[in-house]
């Protein structure tokens, strides 16, 4: 690593043989990488799947484990020469088994979608039946949309929240648990700001005879901090993705119980991908590792922290969230609350250096692409060193970018404000 650059974090380090540094050998694709570095470092990323990775994650992952192939797995693999990767797969197991008191894990998914396509491949048949939270809930494409692989394949029914409260009504997943008696049952979601009871599904799963699945793609470092509750003493099986709370790199991970794994490895490989990405496992085992300090509790602490104060500060500026609140890294906000669409919002606050998403809401009268809510969520701008002082600040430009979504020139000059802030909270 002695040739990477400082200057420029994202810059790999150049082999000693052909070629120079990415700055030098193709400027185009330089230009498009530190773009990418202003944006991030201009703005304030409040997108709640998103996260600020470490230095030593970003390094792992330009290193030159990129060039193995490694079909297999530890100690059984399909080519020669594995024996350093190896290291790096069973360093990556080792260390999420450790952070999740897991018996077993596969650390090679690619991403969580590819987690989720082996877990329902290893348990499941074509066309069992599957209870799991509804999209329009805030349920995830791999839990049923009917162009995903989950929905093509499998027949998924949806349980959602309470009109009233927003929280996931348990007495309904029961009931309509009773009434499909399904092949499997999954909890997990992409929109949802309140802790699972996961010990409550797994009681339902075992009362009804099925399988309990888990993707905790969201609260996964939560879940790691021991600050939301925890799935895996009751889930049959875990996927969660290692890029969102997890602060690793883009990725999926599986854990399972002794008596899945032999059917989840395989059904991963090689029965949903090829060869792992070796680089990206490596960086998964910084990630891990980085993840059993005490410092990963005090981030996640504060991404809570934040949550919360951001929550706060919006109801008293007069926006309405789903469920009132938040137990975890995100709000959902009804941007009806305030005469908008998601789009809408998404919009203006893109143009004040406020990365969101438009996000449906609980019982939406609007498409996918337009939706009445946005998602924010703390996960990245506590990375960058946010408290709840600061919290209150970007409240105010919220509010403030929303109102003005008509205001080109008020829109650009919260972005010079955003920007000016951010000069004191450099990319980690
Ligand atoms: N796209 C992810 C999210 O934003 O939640 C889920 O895969």
């Known amino acids: 690593m002695s040739n990477s650059n400082p200057q420029h974090p994202m810059v790999a380090a150049s082999p000693s043989t052909h070629g120079q540094p990415l700055a030098e050998a193709d400027a185009e694709a330089f230009r498009i990488a530190q773009d990418e570095y202003e944006r991030e470092a201009t703005g304030l990323e409040l997108i709640a799947s998103e996260n600020h990775t470490s230095r030593a994650v970003r390094e792992a992952m330009s290193t030159y484990l990129t060039n193995k192939y490694a079909e297999g797995y530890p100690g059984a693999r399909y ?67 009917p162009k995903n692989f989950s929905g093509v394949f499998f027949k998924f029914t949806g349980y959602g929240v309470n009109p009233e409260t927003g929280r996931i009504d348990y007495d309904l997943v029961r009931t309509k648990a009773r009434e499909l008696r399904p092949r499997m049952i999954v909890a997990g979601a992409s929109a949802y700001p309140r802790a699972i009871d996961f010990a409550t599904f797994g009681e339902i799963a075992r009362e009804v005879g099925a399988l309990f699945f888990v993707d905790m793609a969201h609260p996964a470092g939560l879940v790691a901090a021991k600050l939301h509750p925890d799935p895996v003493p009751h889930a049959d099986a875990v996927s969660f993705t290692t890029h969102k709370t997890m602060r690793g790199p883009r990725g999926g991970t599986v854990l399972c119980k002794e008596e899945h794994k ?11 991908q090829g060869g792992p990405l070796m680089h990206v496992i490596l960086a998964k085992a910084v990630a891990f590792g980085e993840a059993l300090q005490p410092s990963f509790v005090q981030y996640q602490t504060q991404v809570k922290k934040n949550a919360a104060r951001l929550g706060e500060r919006l109801l008293e500026r007069g926006f309405r969230l789903v469920s009132g609140g938040t137990d975890n890294h995100m709000v959902l906000v009804d941007c009806r609350s305030k005469g908008l669409t998601g789009k809408d919002a998404e919009a203006a606050l893109g143009k004040a250096g406020l990365t969101v998403n438009k996000n449906l809401i609980p019982g939406d009268p609007e498409k996918p692409m337009v939706t009445s809510g946005v998602r924010i969520g703390t996960p990245a701008i506590t990375s960058r060193g946010l408290k709840e002082a600061e919290i209150d600040r970007v409240a105010q430009w919220i509010d403030e970018a929303m109102a003005a979504r008509n205001d080109e020139a008020r829109l650009a000059k919260i972005h010079g404000e955003v920007r000016d802030f951010c000069r004191a909270y450099p990319l980690p």
């Open 79 to 145: 080519y020669g020469g594995c024996e350093v990767v190896d290291r790096a797969e069973d360093l990556a197991r080792t260390r999420v088994k450790q952070l999740f008191s897991a018996v077993h894990a596969n650390v090679q998914p690619h991403s969580g979608a590819q987690a989720n396509q082996a877990v329902y491949q290893a348990l499941l048949q074509h066309g069992d039946s599957v209870l799991a939270m509804d999209l329009n809930h805030g349920g995830h494409l791999t839990h049923g949309h």
């Open 262 to 272: 032999k059917k989840i490895d395989s059904a991963l490989f090689p029965g949903v």
